[in-house]
């Protein structure tokens, strides 16, 4: 038997139907070279576990019993894999073909590229920002708060998201996003995997930063393609979701820019951190209450 080239790693919850279309993309147009796909399900109550053991008996499957989250779940799976290559996925994407063979390609060509980050789509076919800068105090200040609404095109959110860019071109970026995530499976072992405190978002920067920092490049390639449809979540997990970002995103200055702050601004920024979760659930809040109001 050939040596495995390339996992495609997914860990799933509840994303059963999103799951199902992702596995028959991957399937219906199989890379040219031995690769495997690993699914490591998140203790899902929606039958995912039963549909993948009934419709792709080809694809190993790892099941928690417990939702471990995103980052220990992929070092799970990171674990059980064989592939030279990881592709960290989310199950609610699609591969447009031939990513898969391209981002391999691309890998075999540059040695001094340790993770790769394909042009991600909307499923309209719009730009997802799936690259960017390392946050910074004033650019979180600016994105998606009043100031940002007030100052949309300011250059702090521009830099931050690289939207003066057009993506159309190879380019060494900080961070890309974990939804679609290309690494060397060595260097992947080498960092120790994500950061198992971070139990979703932020975990993608976080290995980035470090790979930066153990001196490897992250790149941004835009031929590979790939579709991620982001669902919209219940008003209920949407507060959770909110609060576990910022809950991550002041992991991450903790661990990384803490010591580089000045001391007498450091208590400042969990305050503008909650203040800024505080403004999201308030939105979230009286967005729901709208939609509650138009069903009457």
Known sequence: MSEVLLTVQIVNWNAREPLRAA???ILAHPPRFPY???VLDNASSDGSVQMLEKEFPEVRLLVSEQNLGFSRGHNL???AAQGKYLFILNPDTEVLPPALELLVDYAEQHPEVAIIGPKILNPDGSLQ???RRFP???AALFRNTPLGKLFPNNPYT???LMTDWDHNSVREVDWVSGAALFIRRAVYEQLGGFDERFFMYCEDTDLCYRAWQAGYKVVYYPEPKI???IGRSTDLVANKMIITFHKSMYLFYKKHYARKTFPLLRPLVPVALALRA???LAKNHWDALRRWVGRR
Request: charged letters at 20%; hydrophobic letters at 40%.
């Open 158 to 160: 521009r830099e931050y």
């Open 136 to 138: 910074n105090p004033t």
């Open 129 to 131: 920002y799936s690259c």
């Open 227 to 229: 579709v991620h449809a």
């Open 36 to 38: 495997e796909i690993v």
């Open 23 to 25: 596995l028959r993309t």
């Open 77 to 79: 799976a990171a674990r």
């Open 278 to 280: 505080s403004l999201f």
